[in-house]
């Protein structure tokens, strides 16, 4: 627990009784700290970041994929969904900027499977 280690001895400084409380709080977040399951639509565990998860295109063309935030999402990172044989990461390009209800995509890949962590 490295990172433990290191944020105990930043707390270090503080009186003892706020050093002790913030002690416990990261010896608990830092190692239950998860992602969770991919679903689509689904928030993830511990992060402000939701799942999507989808096909490409049957062609190259461009497809969207709706996301189900209340907001437009600004970031895309890929997750391989290690429960789904199948899943990879296709090459992904964005065609349009994201709305409220939709990203939108393309690939040279045709009918892959792949999630995404929004937020």
Known sequence: MAITAYVETLLGGLDEKPRKVLTEVFRYLVPNTKFGPVEHQTKSESFEA???????????????????LSIAPHTAVPVLDLTAVGARFPQLEVTRAADVNRIYLKSADTSAPFALLIE
């Open 50 to 68: 939701y799942f999507v998860a989808s096909t490409t295109g049957a062609s190259t063309g461009e497809f969207s994929i709706t996301h189900g």
